[in-house]
């Protein structure tokens, strides 16, 4: 069995075809498997270093300003798109899939459209309860459109073939233990803090994080594992401009990206976040209390309801980026740290709301998709 992945730019599409494709690799150990994506995106170093071959192209999205530049960046975009599926088309021919799997992202779009053109069954997995562009127009010619969310079918094509099936949560995620995580990171018995405001870093939670950061370093309360993402270089003078040097605060693990995140997950006490799909998933199979700061940024404020779902029933706590503060936020963390019971409550009920057999329930698409064109 050969299956291509597809998908990237964030986090948010390339973690979850790691974990169909790990899912897949488990079940079938024989499976090749082959990812494209973007030349100097994340994926280029999180697959590799997951352990599967990676092919990249280069793609990239339109801008949608009303300008000169803009009109010239997305006739660069028209010609890479152009370029990248006849790359696509190469690969597809020597790599010769049985299927193609795409996640998400601009990148998607032109492997996956390669592939139906080369009458290679292709099937993707929608993370949002709103769709993303890519997936919205790969909709009609996937043999399957699997959904984390039922509500994302409307604003789907019609007549496409639907699957809902949760998140996919790497195994490893699922499988982490806290006493062996901690033991693993190297921290002692108190209180871990995990924070982090996506791949490409959020300027308002580095901020407030920083406050809290600042003061586990002088004070030691808390072990404190945070990351500032890619745009975020600044955050360790912000947090020297406020009397803490992080590199002399054997407490505070400080860094671009959480490349080992089952285990940095595991190993906290609290997680402070956004609400995107996949965070979500992975917290709730956890089962992690958690402060959720959703993006104002994102199509249908998606991000706010996911986290609602979770403070609606006790799992969690939520705090609008507009009302965010370095003070609100320590204060809502010291809350929850303290307070063994609600602990215990927010753990608890997030835990039931997992679905932690989504991993399953898309490797049966795919095998019935790939015995149905063998």
């Known amino acids: 069995m050969k299956v291509i992945f597809a998908g990237g730019g964030t986090a948010g599409h390339i973690n979850p075809a790691l974990a169909i494709a790990g ?31 990676f092919k990249s192209i280069h793609v990239s999205g339109f801008n949608r300003a009303k300008s000169p530049k803009a009109l010239a960046d997305n006739v660069k975009t028209v010609k890479r798109a152009f370029t990248a599926t ?3 088309k190469s690969i597809i021919k020597e790599f010769k899939p049985d299927l193609c799997i795409g996640t998400g992202g601009y990148v998607s779009g032109p492997v996956m459209k390669a592939a139906h053109e080369q009458g290679i069954p292709v099937l993707i997995h929608e993370q949002n309860a709103f769709p993303g562009v890519a997936n919205k127009m790969l909709s009609r010619k996937a043999d399957a459109v699997m959904l984390a969310i039922a509500d994302a079918k409307k604003y789907m094509k019609e007549g496409c073939n639907f699957y809902v099936t949760g998140n996919p949560v790497r195994p490893e995620i699922i499988s982490a233990d806290k006493a062996e995580s901690r033991k693993a990171l190297g921290l002692d018995e108190r209180p871990v803090v995990l924070s982090f405001g996506g791949s490409l870093g959020a300027q308002k939670v580095n901020e407030a994080c920083a406050d809290m950061i600042a ?15 890619q745009y975020g270089h600044w955050f360790p003078d912000l947090v020297k401009e406020k009397g803490c040097d992080i590199s002399k605060c054997p407490n505070l693990d400080v860094r671009e990206y959480i490349d080992n995140m089952p285990t940095c997950l595991a190993a906290a006490d609290v997680v402070v976040c ?7 998933s ?14 104002p940024n994102v199509a249908e404020n998606h ?11 006790h799992a969690g706590e939520l705090i609008e980026e ?22 215990r409550e927010y753990s ?15 490797y049966k698409i795919i095998m019935e998709v790939y015995n149905k064109h063998k």
């Open 23 to 53: 899912y897949l690799k488990q079940k079938q150990p024989d499976a090749e498997i082959l990812y494209i994506g973007n030349k100097g995106g994340m994926e280029e170093r999180l697959v590799p270093k997951a352990g599967f071959e």
């Open 86 to 88: 006849m790359t696509c």
């Open 215 to 229: 003061r586990s370093g002088k004070d030691g309360r808390y072990q404190h594992i945070h990351a500032y993402g």
């Open 274 to 280: 956004r609400a995107g799909a996949i965070t979500i």
């Open 282 to 295: 992975e917290i709730q199979a956890q089962g992690k209390p958690a402060v959720f700061i959703p993006s």
């Open 303 to 313: 991000q706010f309801h996911n986290a609602m779902a979770l403070v609606n029933q």
């Open 322 to 343: 507009s009302a965010l503060t370095g003070e609100l936020l320590t204060e809502k963390v010291d809350k929850i740290v303290s307070d063994p019971e609600k602990l």
């Open 348 to 362: 608890e009920n997030a835990r039931k709301m997992a679905i932690i057999d989504a991993n399953e329930r898309i």
